[in-house]
């Protein structure tokens, strides 16, 4: 093992003066031949964990990655900082591989990145026990668990692992996990003696925010206009609906690019690498993309429809701010896509316990839009970890948005079973509303003592308001019928016990304050542009993601530092000893003004 310390490593290869979280009790513990498994947020710092010890330690290590998109990123990202790693992958020609492989054979190799695939090859198996392992990184390890929201089959076979190398320490590595997922990720990966990090799932930099969709394109629009300086990617449902917006946007003037498995291989990686290369490019996406994608400057993840789980939320929102910037997760919801979500499961094929379990998390998701308390709180409850309120999400910044809403919940509830629990949601507002359709008069409903009861009501605000209670689990919902039903919390509200608030109308966000603000003079911003400028000209010279050259935490460091000497430059954060080497007099030239 090398005399160098982990903090050494982490100052002169990578340039950051301090470890984060439990990065460094990760790493000792690695170092010492132990196996674990760590719990941490997205942007946490995760890679470090296996990069560092991999550098230390004799040998080279094996990082198990689910996308290849992810290795290619991560590797190019490593090579600028000067280490050698490779990865394998049928996206490389034959010579290529074999090439990688000609380089592992003569130890020129510290990490190898690859899927659970070829690991578990029988040929790539006899190929590494001819080499010396230093360390197994199992990277997205939720993968190996069918609880998780990425299951991946073949990443249960890694638990050969165990048998094939014991003596080398196996590093298990996730995001998010619930109770039932590290369970499963202890079980088969063989890690049940491991040591168990976890950190907290708070990510302090994110502003959260939901909105009822109401014209979801204008909204859209809107939000990208205020915001068209950042880099953000917008999540869709489905692959049309991709298409049909990225075309919007582009229409609209905004520099959108689609992304999901339906494209052509060549244009689905040269759309990624568009927007990696990119400081203002907007991605709009299926939920396949952005799984690992090493981007730190992205601004914003805006769903466009709401995800069907809260640990993909988590996931795909936390893909915001990863340098520890300031980042937006917003959130687009209404009843049309719960009702929908929740039909898919229920039809799904699969355990009625497995349906079970997706409904609770979607029930989950959905209770973090309607929420009526903080929603980084209420976000962070439903990951089974406790929260003060934050004091800088919408639902804190705009308390005054509630109103009372205890004796219209009695009158839909009265309505629910006065149609004795049968009806799905349009028909109980036709009553509620005093509408006597043809369905009504059919069913007679005309007749009920809760026909017209709420006629002053919209029937917007009555489906905004059911979905509410809804969310506040005061009423359920058949969902192979739709009918809407009570449940045990209804009587308390009915009997006029408990009260009930409602949202008046929950479909603006309150803007937290804009990224570029920071920028205070025009020469600031001319100085700002020429390093954006050069930094894309760098990326697409050296074909990786502009922040493999220099994250925008850098940038503004350099801005607000305006080092004069190498020596200077050599104390920003994110400029290691090979940055400094290989780029360090171009960015003194561009700050002489």
């Not at 004799?58 to 990865?87: F, H, K, N, R």
């Not at 316990?353 to 973090?368: H, V």
């Not at 349009?426 to 709420?454: M, N, P, Y």
């Amino acid at each position: 093992m090398s005399k160098l310390t982990p903090l050494d490593i982490l100052n002169h290869v990578y340039g950051y003066s301090c470890f984060v979280g439990q990065q460094e009790a990760v790493i000792n513990h690695v170092l010492a031949g132990n196996s674990a498994l760590a719990l941490m947020p997205t942007g946490g710092g995760k890679s470090l964990c296996y990069q560092i010890p991999a550098l230390l330690l004799d040998g080279v290590a094996v990082v198990v990655s689910p996308l290849i998109a992810l290795m290619q990123d991560q590797v190019a990202t490593l090579l600028e900082y000067g280490v050698s790693a490779v990865y394998l992958s049928s996206a490389l020609s034959h010579e290529e591989n074999q090439h990688s492989l000609s380089k592992i054979r003569a130890g020129q190799v510290k990490l190898i990145y690859l899927t659970p695939e070829r690991l578990t090859n029988d040929w790539f198996i006899s190929f590494l026990q001819n080499l010396k392992i230093s360390l197994f990184a199992i990277d997205e390890a939720h993968c190996v668990s069918h609880w998780g929201h990425d299951f991946r089959p073949e990443y249960q076979r890694l638990s050969s692992l165990a048998k094939l190398f014991p003596k080398v320490p196996r590093l298990a590595l996730t995001a998010t996990a619930d109770y039932y997922t590290k369970i499963d990720i202890l079980h088969f990966l063989q890690l049940k003696d491991a040591t168990i990090f976890s950190t907290s799932f708070n990510r302090a930099n994110l502003y959260y925010a939901a909105q009822e969709k109401n014209n979801g394109k204008k909204q859209l629009l809107d939000y990208v206009h205020k915001h068209k300086s950042d880099s953000g990617i917008i999540y869709c449902n489905s692959r049309k609906k991709v298409d049909d917006v990225a075309a919007f946007l582009q229409s609209s003037g905004v520099n959108a690019i689609n992304y999901h498995a339906g494209l052509d291989n060549v244009v689905r990686a040269d759309h990624q690498n568009q927007f990696l290369q990119s400081s203002s490019a907007l991605m709009v996406a299926t939920v396949a993309f952005g799984l690992g994608i090493d981007k730190p400057d992205v601004r914003y993840v805006y769903h466009f429809d709401m995800p069907r789980s809260i640990d993909s939320f988590y996931q795909e929102s936390g893909r915001a701010g990863r340098d520890g910037m300031a980042a937006n997760s917003i959130v687009n919801y209404g009843f049309k896509e719960i009702y929908e979500l929740s039909q898919m499961i229920h039809e799904s094929e699969v355990s009625d316990l497995k349906k079970r379990y997706e409904l609770d998390k979607l029930k989950k998701m959905i209770a973090y839009c309607d929420s009526l308390q903080c929603r980084r709180q209420s976000l962070l409850h439903a990951l089974g970890e406790q929260s003060e309120s934050c004091g800088h999400c919408d639902v804190c910044l705009n308390q005054q948005n509630l109103i009372d809403g205890s004796v219209l919940a009695q009158k839909i509830l009265s309505a629910i079973y006065r149609m004795q629990q049968k009806f799905a949601i349009t028909q109980v507002i036709d009553v509620l509303r005093g509408k006597a359709s043809i369905a009504v008069q059919v069913w007679e409903h005309h007749r009920l003592s809760t026909f017209g009861i709420a006629s002053e009501h919209s029937e917007k605000d009555l489906r905004r308001s059911i979905r509410q209670l809804y969310s506040q689990n005061l009423i359920d919902i058949d969902f192979s019928n739709g009918a809407l039903k009570l449940n045990a919390n209804s009587l308390p509200v009915l009997r006029g016990i408990q009260s009930v608030w409602f949202k008046k109308n929950p479909t603006k966000v309150t803007e937290s304050a804009n990224s570029q603000q920071w920028l205070k003079t025009e020469l600031e911003e001319r100085i700002y542009q020429n390093l954006l400028n050069w930094r894309h000209g760098m990326a697409i010279r050296h074909k990786v993601s502009h922040h493999a050259i220099l994250s925008d935490r850098s940038l503004r460091e350099i801005l607000n530092n305006r080092p004069q000497t190498l020596a200077d430059l050599n104390q920003v954060y994110g400029i290691g000893q090979v940055k400094l080497e290989r780029m360090g007099n171009d960015i003194l030239n561009l700050l002489q003004y």
